[in-house]
């Protein structure tokens, strides 16, 4: 089946130690997000993938980075963590122009 | 005010009742509308999307939106114990797909 993935599903992490968080996908889907979902808050678009243009969103802080090798993998890297960064982590997919998204199931990061 | 607001909940219904959910949004220039299922700690599902005004049904949801008052909402009839989760309703405007609005969701009960 076509599907996101994400890993790992759980993430710990120390206070300022760098995090990367991987997510592949197999829909062949030009669009890749990464969204920070907080409980019981809304999904919050951290920047997305257009093929290989990133799209940053403007109040996304600097600690947030991203990296997209090639169509299949994307990952997000928290450079120094904080307590405030610990949340559910979601990547999502879509086509291009296509409001339709499809989403993993998430990475849980705590942080210590 | 935030752009797309929704009830938290929970919501608790007995088995078979119809179920009645509901978003608020504020932005005239939303024309796409969905509806997504998160069940706990999983990612979101698109449940169903409408553009514009009008109704859209699908199985037992249905999807119903009033732009007249900014009002979206999901009806699900014959409800299960296995509807319950977080539904999310998101909006977006015509120029940008990739520039979805989540709502906060609203936690779904079915009582067997």
């Known amino acids: 089946d076509a599907m996101v993935i994400q890993n790992p599903r759980y993430q710990v992490t120390q206070f300022g130690k760098p995090v990367t968080l991987s997510c592949s996908q197999t829909?062949?889907?030009?669009?890749m997000y990464w969204y920070q979902q907080k409980s019981s808050q809304a999904p919050k678009l951290l920047f997305h993938?257009?093929?290989?243009?990133?799209?940053n969103e403007a109040d996304t802080p600097d600690n947030f980075q991203s990296r997209r090798p090639n169509t299949s993998f994307c990952f997000l890297d928290i450079r120094s963590p904080g307590l405030g960064d610990a949340a559910m982590y979601l990547c999502?997919?879509?086509?291009?122009?296509?409001?339709?998204?499809?989403f993993g199931p998430g990475t849980r990061l705590t942080v210590t | 005010q935030k752009e797309v607001e929704q009830d938290p909940g929970p919501l608790s219904v007995p088995e078979g009742a119809i179920v009645s959910l509901n978003c608020t949004y504020s932005?005239?220039?939303?024309?796409?509308f969905m509806w997504y299922r998160q069940y706990s700690r999983k990612g979101p599902e698109l449940l169903m999307y409408?553009?514009?005004?009008g109704n859209k049904e699908d199985g037992r949801f249905t999807a119903q939106v009033d732009k007249s008052s900014k009002y979206i909402s999901l009806f699900i009839r014959d409800s299960q114990p296995s509807d319950s989760a977080t539904y999310l309703c998101?909006?977006?405007?015509?120029?940008?797909?990739?520039?979805?609005?989540f709502g906060s969701g609203t936690r779904l009960s079915i009582r067997p």
């Open positions: 999502a997919t879509s086509r291009a122009g296509y409001y339709e998204q499809y």
């Open positions: 932005n005239s220039a939303f024309q796409y």
């Open positions: 998101a909006c977006a405007p015509v120029s940008s797909a990739s520039k979805i609005i």
């Open positions: 829909l062949n889907h030009n669009v």
């Open positions: 409408t553009y514009s005004s």
């Open positions: 993938y257009y093929d290989k243009d990133f799209n």
